[in-house]
């Protein structure tokens, strides 16, 4: 009898064992401090390093930023764009845009043939897709407004890493693989990226260290003038592009305004025009509110369907009404004002699918973009940044400067290039995102940050084209409305819904098959793939003691770093 009270007994423990290994919360990186999450482990310890030296949130920035566009190469840039949206310790925020902009040549039908149809690949794919570069402005700017230590300290990391070399990992060497038939299409000369890529293997970038002392030593003019302008130019005219010397020198960032807004008792602060996050994550975060999430469950066909219909009207008036507001002018008061978010849900039922058909923009009172990077860091003063850049899709327009090291962008698909005919991403646009000389063109990048009683919350950005503002959406109601820690937020599987195409893509074997059957029989079209990834989130969660959370996205080779 007792043999068998003590078999049921470690039968009973080992059961209670693996439940509770089963159930243990998964948690990130805590440092006490100060933290960095990026989309590469060399990046963020290089911006890590910067902070413990005494330099502050915005000499990590700069550090970090020109070391991921040494160790990632596919996003991270100088020869792209982005935004940051920051706030200091005292309470104060902001945000810089140095997005590319269209080159002065260019015109409302530059991607159309006689016929008035899109070119195939044009604005996707070699020197015509390029618009004039902003990162090297915006880290520039960023360090002239903030910056404590000497720029060339912040440089040097990333000249020695790109000289010396780094580690590819197993996911690069598969994205370096991938991409190497376009590489070879738009370049006229065999590129260094050009080889059979295997994990473990050093890539070392020469040219793009020289590239790097230029910045270091002279700063913006080390790029926008000089050598790496005559670089750039030269090759994208030899390849038969439209980008000018004038288009470089005259390139300016440009800090803005945020857009700050009330979701319960949490304050978010996000990038505004010409990135079109900020409004959309007002928009559907001001669509959920009147219900009440916590009787909901978390990713179960009710939490889906009404996050669905939330992201499907936004994302319709994202495509009649968004663009550069420098250029056209936008309602953004109307489009975030709770009346009309109400009177927008109010054809909502439970019952049934909304289908896109239906939806089209919404009647306003008045008037008043898969390949990004995000990085978040707060540093041991209280002070954070919340960056995201691109070069749009994986190494953007595949043109590797010559004698200069680095890919440019192709944004310029990110501008209507015929209003209604909808881009690589499946976004749809209007004559307000129409191309014009200079202008920026609309991105979904979703810099954010939230504060919850005056005080700092959390840090968060994606990459991932359309699905950047449901990635950083998903991600804030986990914290919020389902108290998860940052890590265990990060893992948890994602839904994305853009108004058209009328499908919700999800994550694979994220979601219970009933879940699925369930939102079918409502009407939804579920739209699921093996290799569908949406967005890779780097964020901070400040925790009740004051510790720092990383959340460091395990679709990639994403790593926080902290002390």
Sequence with gaps: MKKLILLFTVIFLLSNCKTATKNKKVTGLIAEKAMVVSARKEASKIGSDILQKGGNAYDAMVATHFALAVVYPVAGNIGGGGFMVYRNNDGTKGSLDFREKAPITAHRDMYLDSLGNVIKNKSTLGAHAVGIPGSVAGAVEVYNKFGSLPFNELVQPSIDLARNGFIVTKKQANSLNNATKRFEKVNNFKTLFQKEWKE??????????????????????????????????????????????????????????????????????????????????????????????????????????????AERRSYADRANFLGDIDFVKVPMDSLTNKNYINKRM??????????????????????????????????????????????????????????????????????????????????????????????????????????????????????????????????????????????????????????????????????????????????????EKNSLIIGKVDAILVLPNGQLEGGADPRGDDTAVGF
């Design 200 to 309: 473990g293997d050093v890539l070392k970038q020469e040219e793009l260290a020289q590239t790097l002392e230029r910045i270091r030593d002279f700063g913006k003019n080390g790029f926008y003038k000089g050598k790496t302008a005559d670089l750039l130019v030269n090759y994208v005219t030899e390849l038969g592009g439209i980008i000018s010397h004038k288009d470089l020198e005259k390139y300016k960032a440009i800090w803005r305004k945020p857009i700050t807004f009330n979701y319960k008792d949490y304050t978010i602060t996000s990038m505004t025009l010409p990135a079109s996050g900020g409004i959309c994550l007002a928009q559907i975060l001001k669509s959920v509110e009147p219900f009440n999430l916590s009787e909901i469950n978390h990713n179960s066909t009710k939490y889906i369907q009404l996050l669905t219909e």
């Design 346 to 527: 109010s054809s909502f039922s439970w019952k049934k699918a909304t289908p896109s058909s239906e939806v089209s923009h919404g009647k306003i009172l008045g008037y008043e973009s898969n390949e990004t990077t995000h990085y978040s860091i707060v540093d041991q003063f209280g002070n954070a940044v919340s960056v995201t850049t691109t070069l749009n899709t994986g190494y953007g327009s595949k043109v590797l400067v010559k004698g200069a090291g680095f890919f440019l962008n192709n944004e310029m698909d990110d501008f209507s290039s015929k209003p209604g005919v909808p881009n690589v991403y499946g976004l749809l646009g209007s004559e307000a995102n129409s191309i014009a000389p200079e202008k920026r063109m609309l991105s979904s990048m979703t810099p954010t940050i939230v504060e919850q009683n005056g005080k700092l919350k959390m840090v968060v950005g994606t990459p991932g084209g359309s699905t950047i503002i449901t990635s950083v959406l998903q991600n804030i109601l986990n914290v919020t409305e389902y108290n998860m820690g940052m890590q265990e937020s990060v893992n948890q599987p994602r839904f994305h819904h853009q108004w058209l195409p009328d499908i919700i893509r999800m994550e694979p074997n994220g979601f219970t098959k009933e879940t699925k059957t369930n939102l079918e029989s409502l009407g939804y079209k579920i739209y």
